[in-house]
Antibody, heavy 125, light 109 residues
Framework: EVVLVESGGGLVQPGRSLRLSCAASGFTFDDYAMHWVRQAPGKGLEWVSGISWKSGSIGYADSVKGRFTISRDNAKNSLYLQMNSLRTEDMALYYC??????????????????WGQGTLVTVSS | EIVMTQSPATLSVSPGERVTLSCRASQSVSSNLAWYQQKPGQAPRLLIYDSSTRATGIPARFSGSGSGTEFTLTISSLQFEDFAVYYCQQYQTWPPLYTFGQGTKLEIK
């Protein structure tokens, strides 16, 4: 069974840092691209960042570029998100997400097929 | 950045009805389009990927179509458990710069 468990959320002051972690199990972690998606209270989904299976390719939403850093440790089956210079607008539930295969090949990415339950980040003074 | 626009924002429908949700991309995403369902207090669930492929365990009443910039999600006969918020998402670019639509809320009429 695929399981993704996020941790590291909490209350932090604006301008400070926080590091989120995601522990993955039930699948071969380094076969899949992984992502972070967030959802502010009462709002829609926002893709934050993604990383390829061997960390060779990384992307960020414009809203976090230069402040957030995604990384993974395939030996530990773990995904991370280092969040610096936090702003009140970064307050959200952060989901760890696995990107599945396309319908034709696992060399092409597909939809986000497994989601964690999320970890809440609150940014407030 | 590719902007995804969903319509309508809210749809009031009755159980048993057929419903179609729309999603438009600001530029072509080929068939790299997914649909998700989210219920209150739950993580989103993948329904459709590659525009028209149902994810594992998704009932046949859910179907997706489209390519390029215009996409639809159709639910053939609404069940009570289908009342939720639906999001489309493009995954066209790599390195990733993915975007979600703002969501369509299906509510009971």
């Amino acid at each position: 069974e695929v399981v993704l468990v996020e941790s590291g959320g909490g209350l932090v002051q604006p301008g400070r840092s926080l590091r989120l972690s995601c522990a993955a199990s039930g699948f071969t972690f380094d076969d899949y691209a992984m992502h972070w998606v967030r959802q502010a209270p009462g709002k829609g989904l926002e893709w934050v960042s993604g990383i390829s299976w061997k960390s060779g390719s990384i992307g960020y939403a414009d809203s976090v570029k230069g402040r957030f850093t995604i990384s993974r440790d395939n030996a530990k089956n773990s995904l991370y998100l280092q969040m610096n210079s936090l702003r009140t607008e970064d307050m959200a539930l952060y989901y760890c997400v696995r990107q599945g295969c396309s319908s034709t090949s696992c060399r092409r990415p597909g939809g986000f097929d497994y989601w964690g339950q999320g970890t809440l980040v609150t940014v407030s003074s | 950045e590719i902007v995804m626009t969903q319509s309508p924002a809210t749809l009031s429908v009755s159980p048993g009805e057929r419903v179609t949700l729309s999603c438009r991309a600001s530029q072509s995403v080929s068939s790299n389009l997914a649909w998700y369902q989210q219920k209150p207090g739950q993580a989103p669930r993948l329904l459709i990927y590659d525009s028209s492929t149902r994810a594992t365990g998704i009932p046949a009443r859910f179907s997706g179509s489209g390519s390029g910039t215009e996409f639809t999600l159709t639910i053939s006969s609404l069940q009570f458990e289908d009342f939720a918020v639906y999001y489309c998402q493009q995954y066209q670019t790599w390195p990733p710069l993915y975007t979600f639509g703002q969501g369509t809320k299906l509510e009971i009429k």
